[in-house]
């Protein structure tokens, strides 16, 4: 299975709402695609679906095996930190438990959480526990990464540290597809934006293109680009 | 024949009392039979044996009518200390444990304790230390249980105790005994009603029958002293006991002692043969019963714990099954669960042990194994069904897109999380199925509860051996709720 | 002077057999007791009784010697058809459900079944019919039991079951019960030995004792058939029956029919008194019994749905004072919870219904709620304390910053979410109390087991009452197992 | 108690690694406070003392009845968006059902989840989820208002709508202490800034002020001053 992403005419209804309205959606590797929309207009679910959580009504997907990282961190609460990260390196891809630490603490540290590896979940600040969450994604190192909103909790510098190696994961080769409500993040990282409204995609593109000269009413709407005007920024 | 002589001196019973004296009230256990006390066949209203006509021959003595009240033997002794009869006779065994808890009477008949062994042992076991390593049955609640309790521990011999004085005889000759311990006068009779059976006449131990009255009626035990030395004078006990078929060459020498004793020193007439209060007060009997009832907790944990294992094994696979199985493996698993668990586990033994008897002979332990084993499995089941799926679904989704296979995710996340939640309800299960345990026993598994049984029916009374099995139960359960609780305690640091 | 009698017919029954002939085994039960069957007290080894010199009129007449074989009552119509014995005969009643099962002889003695009474209720109590929701007595597994079940449904008595014939008539003396039904040869003895009673001449019903066989031996029975028929010609039966005092204006009536009848129509000497069948096989007596199982079961699941309901309320009170309370109260409780469960709920019961009743005497129905109620508290506040600290955190936190009290935390967000929880393992012990509630028969309760037990007594099996009492439990068992799987399905939506 | 926030010399260990080494803090009615600080700085953790959910180890606190919204929602599982924000000011408050309803559904709406309020938690988007938390702790209207990251599963949109909000809060005397990543909602929405680092406050003032001309090395690094130069941002 190549790394490639190619969903088509992705559609969900929830009850009588209906969440996607027919989403077309493509990536490769070597790209950072960032999906940008309103809270609630189906971010996450897209990335659900796409990481076989949840079934579509209709649509067409080709998916590589995906990691994800999820808006909550959904940390295994009876494991430590290094525990969590160094699980699936040992027994999905059989490597040994020296192995697996070596590599698990590696990533923590790139993150900056390795001096936390021996604490709970819930001895985690939010923070540290969306990195970690983060590092247990990456140690498996999947052909496609889903990232589910991973700066919200970050401040500047731990989201630039991410961003810097994001960037570097899809130069060798991986496909990443992450959503975010942080406008900085995304023209300072992402090398595609898809811009989500009423359950459709409204616009894409370069994202220094797209957020700077929005064209779309809602895409304008969403980064309140005449407020920011106004307030001069 | 004899029964003239009975009839007789039923008349002299019921025509010599002075008019207006209060009846003599005298209690017995017509259920223990000739020659003690028997309900008259041709007349059941009346009472025939030795101990009867002995009773009457006070009464007329005392110048009252005689009464007969029907006391179950295992009570006599609370009987007459509550006052339900002026005077209690029916092969009452003389022993220091009793003289301390109601006034008792010089000794009026010595017997003695026999071994009965099949013919073909009569030269292999001929005396208690023969029988290392052999059952050895008797009457519970007796001296004769006393002596095999003793010799368990000097012996090494197992002492097996019954209600009733038949069925030692015949699990004798049925081979699920080697050898029955009882006084001479059961023993003989028993010997008239099989064939096979052969008893060696050396006393293991030699015990006497006393009357007995309330502990404050010290002035009447002392008239029927009177009385009963009078009646070894003049023959009047000698012409009873042969009546009965009871005499012996051992009585003269009795007599000889209790005429000769000093009137006002019972204890020189206590038992020869028993060491002093071996049959007695609870506390005191507790020495002996105590390990028995040890071994019979050890029978107990032992079984439960490894029904328990049964049950966490099997139940750790329903559950599974349940959680993740497809319809059909679901359906049929539900089907299981209700069942077993809807019905009563006393008969899914029943089925286990007789039922399958045709299909496969289980040994009786196995078969309690087996059967609440099987049935605490339905319980446990359902305990981690549902605490499979009290897991958030949040950890299994991220064991999904981590890679994990269900198995995986079920070994190293959700059970872990699951087995949290399950901890108490599971500990309550194990300390339920420490008594439920004691169901076994219809498959005649001895375990603790059985073992109190024993010991209260030999001592007769519920009191010290219910508390002390209680306590045991408590000994048992005490360290698995300390450690379920320390368990939680840990885990409890992992709550989000 | 009888026994001068017996004697004779003993030494007939020694000398007369021709040597080599088997002996006719003849099986009764011996605790039957006088005037059927019983050891002879001056010499237990040898049976006495009307039965018996029937039985050894026949082995003679056969030319056989014959060998007495102890079998308990309740199981003598399986023994017939094991061939543990040739001839059974102890006081065995004529139905159509043992003629169908065993080869029986003709009848050889008719009794009346009659009715006793307190002397004062001579005139009230006249006929079933006058005895309208009274309790009438009777032994189990007779023909007499199954009149009362009869009179259960056709009268509104309630008939109480009797394992011997002793107690229904001193329990008639106390009150406990308004009148006996027994037949006439039982209720004369229990004349001689009480009084204060009177019996009403009037037969409820007739029946017939006959002497059984192996199904397939109806040569034998044949041949015991002409003996008997013989021995009614001959006045040997009448100088029996004489000679035990139970001969009446009955049996040459009797006799006539059973002489008259053709020897080839056994159907013609069924008994009068009873509808056909009405002692017979379970599934034939299922009928009759099953009201009484329906209202055991009633009891059994008032008692356990009540003391369920007192185990939840005691069981949120304690767990939310081992969450909540200070370290004393939370020491108490935890003592008390440990000895609760870690102690056999029998040994509470017996305390609870015994032990207290020198300060509060406590009705058997409410002693048996509160113990079980008591005990299963224990057990349900681990269940609530577990999962009460299950409870995310969080959900505590937020609530608290909001500003609810602990107490409306507790009601409004952490027992909600624990109940969740705690519903599989509560549903576990509601099922399993269902059946622990039998232990209460031990106060005099009786439900459903009890009931199955009085049933499988009286019909002598128990594989068809095991099975519906099984079913019994099961139906109410699964309604509840649904339901709590109804709730779980509606809650785990709201699962994270 | 008045509604003023004063805090002196709080300190916290967690195992030997000190957390808080000595805040002082002061904040008034009308006042909006940001703490801004490097993930696991212990901004949360101040927060949780203040709510009287942690114990400090030292320190002085005087602190008026708090409402708190935490950085994850913590929902009430088992109840509706609605039920959630009705329990405190029906149970606490003794409001009748009707009256709290009714305020609860305007919350709602002006927090844009008015259209959820029948949703529980699960079914909740996790900005949908942050802003019915918010509606929660602003129906009981406490005199301070504590806001652990409440902007971080929010668009734009919804942060500019939530952060005029607050203003109006303040504006009509309630005291605002929120925790933030985001420095332009800081700059657009708090009356001053204070920034933590190493357990301690390096600097604090008026936001502007503060974000544009970060004296200390620590603001700085936070803020990755010297890459956004770089980015010419
Ligand atoms: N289990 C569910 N049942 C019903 N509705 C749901 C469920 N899960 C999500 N929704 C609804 O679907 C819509 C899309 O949700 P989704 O989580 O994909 O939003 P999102 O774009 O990720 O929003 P946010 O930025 O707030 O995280 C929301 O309105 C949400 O309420
Ligand atoms: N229960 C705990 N046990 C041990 N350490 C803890 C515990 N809770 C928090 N910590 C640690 O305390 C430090 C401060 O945590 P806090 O949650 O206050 O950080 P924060 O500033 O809110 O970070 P973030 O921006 O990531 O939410 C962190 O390093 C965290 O790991
Ligand atoms: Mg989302
Ligand atoms: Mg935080």
Redesign the interface.
């Known amino acids: 299975m190549s790394a490639t992403l190619r969903v088509r005419g992705l559609r969900l209804w929830r009850g009588d709402r209906q969440i996607l309205a027919g989403i077309d959606l493509d990536a490769s590797p070597g790209e950072v695609v960032a999906l940008m929309g309103l809270s609630g207009s189906g971010k996450t679910t897209i990335l659900r679906i796409l990481a076989g959580l949840e079934r579509a009504d209709a649509g067409d997907i080709q998916v590589p095996k995906a990691g994800m990282v999820f808006q909550y961190h959904y940390l295994f609460e009876h494991l430590t930190a290094m525990e969590n990260v160094c699980l699936a390196p040992m027994y999905v891809q059989r490597q040994t438990r020296a192995q697996a630490e070596a590599r698990a603490g590696e990533l923590l540290g790139e993150l900056g959480v390795g001096h936390r590896a021996d604490a709970l979940p819930r001895e985690l600040s939010g923070g540290e526990a969306q990195r970690v969450a983060i590092a247990r994604a990456l140690a498996v190192d999947p052909p496609l990464l889903l990232l589910d909103e991973p700066t919200a909790s970050l401040d500047p510098a731990r989201r630039n540290d991410l961003g810097d190696a994001l960037k570097a994961l899809a130069a060798s080769g991986r496909t990443l597809l992450l959503t975010s409500h942080d406008d900085d993040f995304v023209r300072d990282f992402a090398s595609r934006v898809v811009i989500l409204a009423g359950g459709r995609m409204v616009e894409q593109g370069d994202p220094r293109q797209v957020l700077e000269y929005a064209q779309h009413e809602e895409t304008r709407e969403l980064l309140q680009v005449e407020r920011q005007r106004k307030l001069g920024r | 024949?004899?029964?003239?002589a009975l009839l007789t001196s039923l008349l002299v019973c019921t025509v010599t009392p002075a008019l207006g004296q209060p009846p003599l009230r005298w209690g017995g256990d017509s259920e223990g039979?000739?020659?003690f006390v028997?309900?008259?066949?041709?007349?059941?209203?009346t009472m025939?044996?030795f101990d009867v006509e002995i009773a009457e021959h006070i009464a007329a003595q005392l110048g009252r009518p005689a009464r007969f009240v029907q006391i179950a033997y295992a009570s006599l002794d609370q009987s007459a200390r509550r006052g339900d009869f002026d005077i209690g006779l029916s092969g009452i065994e003389d022993s220091a444990g009793r003289r301390a808890s109601v006034a008792a009477s010089v000794p009026y008949y010595e017997f003695r304790e026999v071994i009965t062994v099949r013919e073909g042992d009569r030269d292999r076991f001929r005396s208690l230390a023969d029988l290392r390593g052999r059952r050895v049955a008797t009457l519970g609640g007796t001296m004769a249980y006393d002596l095999l309790l003793q010799a368990e521990r000097d012996d090494g011999i197992t002492a097996v105790s019954y209600d009733d004085d038949v069925h030692p005889y015949s699990d004798l000759l049925l081979g699920r005994v080697d050898a029955v311990l009882l006084d001479h006068v059961l023993a003989e009779?028993a010997m008239?009603?099989n064939t096979g059976l052969v008893t060696h006449p050396e006393a293991v131990a030699v015990g006497h029958y006393i009357i007995i009255a309330a502990p404050e009626q010290t002035a009447l035990r002392d008239r029927v002293d009177d009385i009963l030395r009078a009646a070894m004078r003049d023959g009047t006990l000698e012409r009873i006991f042969r009546k009965?078929?009871c005499w012996n060459e051992d009585q003269p020498a009795l007599y000889a002692r209790v005429l000769g004793a000093a009137a006002t020193d019972p204890s020189a007439t206590a038992p020869a043969g028993v060491p002093p209060g071996t049959v007695g007060r609870a506390w005191e009997a507790l020495p002996r019963y105590l390990p028995s009832l040890l071994s019979a907790a050890v029978v107990t944990l032992v079984l439960s714990c490894a029904a328990m294992l049964l049950a966490v094994v099997l139940g750790v696979l329903i559950a599974t099954g349940r959680v993740y199985g497809d319809p059909v493996t679901r359906a049929v698993l539900t089907v299981y669960v209700?069942?077993m668990?809807?019905?009563?586990?006393?008969?899914q033994l029943?089925v286990i042990y007789y039922g399958l008897a045709g299909v496969v002979r289980l040994p009786a332990f196995i078969a309690a194994l087996v059967g609440l084993g099987l049935n605490y499995a339905a319980?446990e089941s359902?305990?981690y069904?549902?605490?499979l799926?009290?897991v958030?679904?949040?950890?299994l989704?991220?064991?999904?897109?981590?890679?994990?296979t269900p198995l995986?995710t079920l070994r190293?996340?959700r059970a872990?999380?699951a087995f949290?939640?399950a901890?108490?309800?599971m500990?309550?299960?194990f300390?339920?199925l420490l008594?439920d345990s004691?169901l076994v026993s219809v498959l005649t598994v001895v375990e603790l509860?059985k073992q109190t049984q024993i010991f209260a029916t030999n001592i007769g009374s519920?009191l010290v051996p219910?508390l002390l099995?209680?306590l045991l139960?408590?000994a048992?359960?005490?360290p698995l709720?300390h450690l379920a609780r320390r368990l939680?305690d840990r885990?409890?640091?992992?709550?989000?």
């Open positions: 024949m004899i029964r003239l039979g000739a020659p028997e309900a008259d066949p041709a007349d059941p209203s025939v044996g009779r008239r009603r009965w078929g209700e069942v668990r809807g019905t009563p586990v006393l008969l029943f319980y359902e305990i069904r549902s605490a799926e009290a958030p679904r949040g950890q989704e991220a064991a999904r897109v981590l890679g994990l995986q190293l996340v872990p999380q949290r939640l901890l108490a309800p500990t309550n299960d300390v339920a008594k004691s509860t519920w219910g099995c209680a139960y408590l048992m359960s005490l709720s939680e885990w409890k640091v992992a709550t989000p």
